[in-house]
């Protein structure tokens, strides 16, 4: 078996993306906290990111973009890969790369998620402090984690999460 790559995706990919969330967080992912970021703030189609092993679709990621405290950036999920795929890189290879053309395109200063450090703290992730966020609803402080060419911005960015762009409304 080859080494998993990354494409954009593309609407063809809709009805694998909600088979494979399906799988991946069972009914419970509605009620995520993530998740009701991801209803008010709707992703970017433009960072939907499917990795494949030998052309067969394995894994996939979005990007939503919000602001937090007048500083836009992008929240990083879901992050899933098929359970007959895991192991293999591709869901590292997604986060790394949706990570980097969000952070390249220049409009966006961070990456921000909720998820194990022992996954993401090798991609360049690090723990914010606690309750410097404020989501719609709980999430383990332990598990919020940044990345940022700003080493700085982890412990400067606060406030609650609101729509990308927001800084310039005020």
């Not at 995706?9 to 998740?35: H, I, K, M, Y």
């Not at 899933?80 to 200063?109: D, W, Y």
């Not at 966020?133 to 999460?161: E, N, Y």
Request: proline fraction near 9%; glycine fraction near 12%.
């Amino acid at each position: 078996m080859g080494a998993p790559t990354v494409r954009f995706a593309t609407s063809a990919d809709d009805a694998f993306v909600e088979e494979l969330q399906a799988t991946a967080f069972g009914p419970g992912r509605f009620a995520r906290t993530a998740f009701r970021v991801r209803e008010r703030f709707p992703i970017d189609p433009t960072l939907s990111l499917i990795a494949e092993v030998d052309g067969t679709p394995c894994g996939s990621v979005w990007m939503t973009p919000i602001s937090i405290g007048g500083i836009d950036g992008y929240m990083l999920g879901p992050l899933a890969t098929h359970p007959a795929f895991r192991k293999r890189g591709a869901g590292k290879l997604l986060a790394r790369e949706v990570s980097r053309i969000a952070l390249e395109r220049g409009k966006g200063s961070f990456v921000i998620l909720v998820g194990d450090y022992d996954y993401y703290g090798p991609l360049g992730y690090v723990q914010m402090p606690e309750g410097n966020v404020q989501w719609p609803g709980p999430v383990d402080p332990k598990r919020v984690l940044l990345h940022s060419a700003d080493p700085t911005l982890s412990v400067r960015l606060k406030g609650p999460i609101a729509a990308f762009g927001a800084r310039r409304q005020a």
